[in-house]
């Protein structure tokens, strides 16, 4: 902290000792142009005769012109001047009229220099002052753009390790490696054992990438390079290259080090993927890179860590054995990891006896590391504003909360029609929900307005999921669209409350139908659907349909068919449990917020937890699906229905 304010401080004198200096030329300019007194030209033939009749007087000559005092119309005298002719008789006439005079001598090439010249090496100085002078905040110059902006941290003061990490074991595990290497390179140049040159970590954002990069450095206690990669890439073509060998010159002076580049798809996105050609300054700076990449050998001892949200729009060739050669995943932690994480995050929070931070672990599924310091931090945020000496149960659920919906919007006024309307929307929801053999079990329902939400039901699963059957699907959709089925059924009319609900079931049952082969017309086929992650115009403007239009209606027709059947399907649940549906539109009138007991014991049915069917109209059974490597999804942390 006393690092940063000292150099506040020294950028703040050095701000003011520019515009000092600036002050300076502009007064030097007001004074070497200051306007002199206005004096009156008159012809060289008009001076004659006032000399003749002696009405001039304190003449000075010089080469070029003649100045002095003479007589105007009021028979005052007034400063003039007028331009000398070659009059040798001049000098004579003035001392036969006893004239005073004087003579100043030809300086005509000072008077050049001075005002000319002279204000080139005023200017040529202010410029060195303000761009090229050494700052003294660092030791260099604002021009100096071919330096890496690389932050480069001593490894005495490097104190995140591995025990700060938490719910990546796997991906630690991977990384012992890198550590064991830069500890003892020569275990592994004994046996010919080669490190890979590069680590990329990726996974969805908040996963804690450049926490392990740190831990990694703090645990193998070497020098660690630090920069975004955004950083690389300026308005001058040539100096995001210059900064990549810059980058690498200083980590060879420093090996055995680590350089970590952060959001590298910002410099590595694949190569000549628009129109007309790509970003020339951020292809150059790719090149060097993958350059250095190629230039030095893992015996230096110089480790390349980089970090990514898009591994996809990488280029090939960055991402290729001998260049980034280990990938590693860090996925969004599963049950054991988040509780980890919260002990790790809670360590410098009271916590109350109340609070078991498994629980809180089982409640928040899909969240990843930042999510769950955010909640941490969040309860600890509200338990200080209530003055209490610790952070309850009731503090970390309400930080939950407003993690995954927003805060409360306490002072928004709702009709008492709306509020009905909004109710029985999320009564909807939450009988269709628990209605359902394949659903989250619902935890609670409210209509207190939470950030753009009116109101929302809450569906929490009992364990992570990393498949989803064709049951669950289907009935995912029946529980989005019952929101809208009970306004049509209680009020005979609709609103546009549903907008978000119907944008979900839209997307779902195109994926279902397009991508995970759940159509019982089609079959088992998957087709590009044009949002496969491509993010580079050219490309998606040459995309095309690589099926027929009887298809594509085929396609169509089934989608709709998914979205009438679960809308029926959800008008005739509610409408066989109307009298349990409208008990619990009044309960949440009443209360607000209707937890899942209080729901199970109106809807009569057993706890969530215990229940192994509930009863619901005919359902299909499910689909056995064979286990396979899916595309990696973050899973849902709730049913949030936003109205």
């Not at 007034?78 to 004239?99: G, H, N, W, Y």
């Not at 054991?336 to 360590?347: C, D, F, N, S, T």
């Not at 109710?423 to 935890?443: F, I, K």
């Not at 089934?558 to 959800?570: D, H």
Request: hydrophobic share 40%.
């Amino acid at each position: 902290m006393k690092n940063n304010k000292n150099q506040n401080n020294r950028r703040i004198v050095s701000v003011g000792q520019i515009v000092g200096w600036i002050a300076v030329f502009i007064l030097a300019v007001l004074l070497f142009n200051k306007p002199g007194v206005k004096q009156t030209e008159l012809d060289y033939s008009e001076f004659k005769h006032k000399v003749a009749s002696s009405e001039v007087s304190d003449l000075t000559i010089a080469p070029g012109v003649i100045s002095g005092m003479y007589k105007n119309e009021k028979g005052e005298f007034a400063p003039f001047k007028t331009v000398r002719m070659d009059d040798p008789e001049l000098v004579s006439q003035l001392s036969a009229a006893d004239i005073k005079y004087k003579a100043e001598a030809d300086n005509s090439w000072v008077s050049n220099i001075l005002f000319n010249v002279l204000w080139i090496f005023l200017l040529i100085g202010l410029w060195w002052f303000i761009f090229l002078r050494p700052q003294r905040n660092d030791g260099r110059s604002a021009m100096n753009f071919a330096r890496s902006k690389a932050k480069m941290q001593d490894p005495s003061q490097q104190t995140v390790t591995f025990k700060d990490v938490a719910g990546c074991d796997e991906a630690k595990e991977e990384l012992q490696d890198v550590i064991k290497f830069l500890k003892n390179p020569k275990k592994f140049q004994k046996l010919g054992g080669k490190l890979p040159k590069g680590v990329l970590l990726y996974g969805a954002p908040g996963t804690g990438k450049t926490l392990l990069a740190k831990a990694v450095a703090g645990e193998a206690g070497v020098a660690f390079f630090s920069a975004s990669a955004s950083e690389f890439v300026e308005m001058f073509v040539g100096v995001g290259a210059a900064r990549v060998r810059d980058l690498f010159d200083q980590a060879k002076k420093n090996s055995p080090a680590i350089i970590f580049i952060d959001e590298l798809d910002a410099v590595g996105r694949r190569r000549f993927a628009g129109i007309g050609g790509g970003h020339d300054e951020r292809e150059q700076t790719l090149n060097q890179l993958l350059i250095e990449l190629d230039g030095f050998e893992s015996k230096q001892g110089i480790i390349l860590m980089a970090s990514t949200n898009r591994p996809d729009v990488l280029d090939p060739a960055l991402i290729r054995p001998g260049r980034f050669d280990r990938h590693i995943s860090v996925p969004a932690p599963d049950l054991k990891g988040r509780e980890e994480i919260l002990k790790v995050h809670a360590k410098k929070v009271k916590l109350g006896a109340d609070v078991d931070l498994k629980v809180v672990a089982k409640g928040t599924p899909g969240f990843v590391g930042a999510d769950l310091a955010n909640v941490v931090n969040e309860a600890a945020i509200l338990a200080a504003r209530a003055d209490k000496d610790a952070v309850t149960k009731s503090d970390m659920d309400e930080a939950v909360e407003r993690v995954i919906a927003g805060p409360q919007k306490k002072s928004r006024i709702i009709s008492p029609k709306e509020q009905r309307i909004i109710a029985a929307h999320e009564v909807g929801h939450t009988v269709v929900a628990r209605l359902t053999n394949h659903s989250d079990p619902v935890h609670k329902v409210t209509i207190i307005p939470r950030g753009q939400a009116l109101g929302y039901t809450m569906q929490l699963p009992l364990e992570d999921k990393f498949l989803t059957s064709k049951s669950e699907l289907l009935d995912k959709l029946c529980i989005l669209l019952a929101g809208r089925a009970a306004e049509e059924i209680v009020f005979g009319e609709i609103t546009s409350g549903a907008s978000d609900d119907l944008n979900k079931t839209m997307a779902y049952a195109r994926k279902m139908v397009m991508e995970l082969g759940m159509s019982d017309k089609l079959g088992p086929i998957a087709l590009p659907t044009g949002d496969d992650g491509e993010v580079f115009l050219g490309r998606d403007l040459s995309r095309h349909h690589t099926y027929s239009p009887e298809l594509a209606r085929a396609i169509d027709e089934e989608i709709m068919n998914l979205i009438k059947s679960s809308y029926a399907r959800a008008k005739d649940i509610i409408t066989k449990n109307r009298a349990a549906f409208d008990k619990l539109v009044e309960t949440l009138l009443e209360k607000e917020v209707v937890e899942a007991a209080e729901i199970d014991e109106i809807l009569g049915l057993k706890p969530a937890a215990s229940q192994d069917a509930q009863p619901q109209p005919a359902e299909p059974e499910p689909v056995k699906e064979e286990p396979k490597a899916p595309k990696a999804e973050k899973p849902e942390a709730q049913q949030a229905e936003l109205f």
